[in-house]
């Protein structure tokens, strides 16, 4: 005889395997190792790489390591709103703009980052309060060429908004050669020669 026990037994394992489903199948199977660990001194932490460039999403496997004695809060501000995380491992707290690092701990994420742009991210020991010097990671467009910084880029957009403005200007002055303008100087009228003898 079926009870009501047995069905909701069976309703939790349906979810439970659904639920275990989904998961895997969230998980890339080929993120890009990176290696983000927290370096400096408990007083001043920091990430390194200092400056690490990125593909918008692509997706990476960030192992973040914490060797002090006081748990580590990773603060990334306005990128949390372009992660996308699939998987996470070995975080006691996590919001959408900040992560906390366990003393000594190791972290696993799995992740992409949607929206190209610069961000700085900061290191903060909890255990003093105290704010550490900044790392940029720098996301570029997808299959854009990563190997350019963003001061280039930057230089890139300025030469591009210099050549649209001589284009939409092309009735721009231009200088006249010194050649030209000597040649045209205005010159004396001569006068005319009269014909003809003395009148009688």
Do not use: C
């Amino acid at each position: 005889m079926i009870t009501i026990k047995k069905i909701i037994l069976h309703l939790l394992n349906i979810t439970f395997l659904f639920f275990i489903f989904s998961t895997v199948k969230a998980i890339p199977k080929d993120p890009v190792l990176i290696d983000y660990n927290i370096s400096g001194s408990g007083q001043v932490p920091y990430f390194e790489p200092k400056n690490l460039e990125l593909l918008a999403g692509q997706s990476y496997l960030f192992v973040i390591k914490n060797p002090f004695p006081d748990a580590i809060n990773v603060i990334f501000g306005t990128m949390g709103q372009a992660i996308h995380t699939h998987y996470l491992e070995g975080v006691p707290g996590m919001s959408q703009s900040s992560m906390l690092v366990p003393a000594e701990g190791k972290v696993t994420w799995i992740l992409d980052i949607n929206k190209p742009g610069t961000y700085e991210v900061f290191a903060v020991n909890m255990g003093m309060g105290q704010k550490g010097l900044p790392s940029r990671i720098i996301v570029q467009p997808e299959g854009g060429n990563a190997q350019f910084t963003a001061a280039e880029l930057a230089e890139f957009e300025k030469l591009n908004q210099q050549l649209r403005s001589a284009q939409n200007n092309p009735t721009a002055t231009k200088e006249v050669p010194q050649s030209e303008k000597t040649s045209t100087k205005s010159k004396k009228p001569k006068r005319p020669r009269l014909m003809g003898g003395r009148p009688g």
